[in-house]
């Protein structure tokens, strides 16, 4: 607890949520909504001059989560014909390529926004997004406000579950579930929105 809390008060939490939340988009199991509530809970209890600071833990873990985006939609585009073998066995992920692609079609990315809430969702619709070789400039600024929607959430849980249950391990227990609720209804929501008519992939033009 002592490791942690020094952890917490010092600049490298910084890059350690930004390593965590960049890197959770492969690997779903690292804790990086945890770090980011712990963060902002111990900023709640500190003065405006103490490390961290809400508006750059805010920044850096949402400019993590679109690099993080950016690197598994990029090596999923470019996966060659395992990649795109090993995607199309999985029907989650066809499933969300489907989903995903009528919906940037029609203009609309909420099915972007929702996943980065959702346990894993963020890997299936980023991974799903570069396979079937979506245009980035129709993916990415949904990718922008998810991270930031995200990463703003999971502050605010953290800042305001501080200042109302004071700065201790409670307060961050109940943030956490909170994002853990959060998660839920999302995958819930991706889960009862109609499925789409497959749509061909665009040109590799991005």
Do not use: K
């Not at 490390?51 to 400019?63: E, F, G, M, R, S």
């Not at 989650?92 to 940037?104: D, K, Y």
């Not at 570069?130 to 980035?136: D, E, L, N, T, V």
Request: charged share 15%; net charge positive.
């Amino acid at each position: 607890m002592e490791s942690v809390g020094s952890l917490v008060g010092s600049p490298w939490i910084y890059a350690v949520v930004a390593l965590s939340v960049l890197l959770d988009v492969f690997l779903p199991v690292l804790p990086s909504g945890v770090l980011v509530i712990t963060a902002a809970t111990a900023a709640a209890a500190g003065t405006a001059a103490d490390v961290p600071d809400i508006l750059v833990l805010t920044l850096c873990a949402a400019t993590a989560s679109v690099l993080g985006d950016l690197v598994a939609y990029r090596l999923a585009w470019r996966g060659g014909a395992r990649l795109d073998r090993a995607l199309a066995r999985s029907r989650r992920l066809r499933a969300a390529q489907e989903r995903l692609g009528s919906a940037l079609a029609r203009g609309g990315g909420a099915l972007v926004v929702l996943a980065r809430f959702a346990p894993a969702g963020r890997s299936v619709v980023s991974l799903g997004a570069g396979a079937a070789h979506h245009r980035a400039r129709d993916f990415l600024p949904w990718s922008a406000l998810a991270g930031l929607s995200w990463a703003a959430y999971s502050v605010t849980l953290g800042y305001f579950g501080a200042h109302w249950l004071g700065a201790t391990w409670l307060a961050t227990a109940v943030s956490v579930g909170a994002l853990f609720a959060a998660g839920a209804g999302a995958a819930y929501l991706m889960r009862r929105s109609p499925r789409a008519p497959r749509v061909a992939p665009v040109s590799r033009a991005s």
